[in-house]
């Protein structure tokens, strides 16, 4: 799901619905594939309720030095170190904020 923001920000938002299916897993992913894997990494997070990309990439505008700029609203049940590292594997990289 796209969400247009004011001006010119935009996000896309990861909701927590069913998981696609597909493993859509590396470094060399699209967006759409990218989103695919956060969708099911979310799921697995107790305590999450939203999963936010925003910045260059949620533009289809990243580049080679671009990093995946994500934000989250959770409540107390939610481990951020664990899905810190689980948004990584997914993602292929560790170069997630």
């Given at each position: 799901m796209r969400c247009v923001g004011s001006g010119h920000q935009q996000a896309s938002l990861v909701g927590l619905g069913p998981p696609p299916a597909g493993?859509?897993?590396g470094p060399n992913m699209d967006l759409d594939e990218a989103l695919a894997a956060l969708r099911r990494t979310a799921a697995r997070h107790n305590g999450l309720h939203l999963?936010?990309?925003h910045g260059?990439?949620?533009r289809r505008r990243e580049h080679d030095?671009?990093?995946?700029?994500l934000g989250y609203l959770a409540d107390g049940d939610l481990d951020p170190a664990g899905l810190q590292a689980d948004v990584s594997h997914a993602l292929g990289t560790d170069d997630v904020d």
């Amino acid at each position: 799901m796209r969400c247009v923001g004011s001006g010119h920000q935009q996000a896309s938002l990861v909701g927590l619905g069913p998981p696609p299916a597909g493993n859509g897993y590396g470094p060399n992913m699209d967006l759409d594939e990218a989103l695919a894997a956060l969708r099911r990494t979310a799921a697995r997070h107790n305590g999450l309720h939203l999963l936010l990309l925003h910045g260059s990439r949620s533009r289809r505008r990243e580049h080679d030095r671009s990093d995946w700029d994500l934000g989250y609203l959770a409540d107390g049940d939610l481990d951020p170190a664990g899905l810190q590292a689980d948004v990584s594997h997914a993602l292929g990289t560790d170069d997630v904020d």
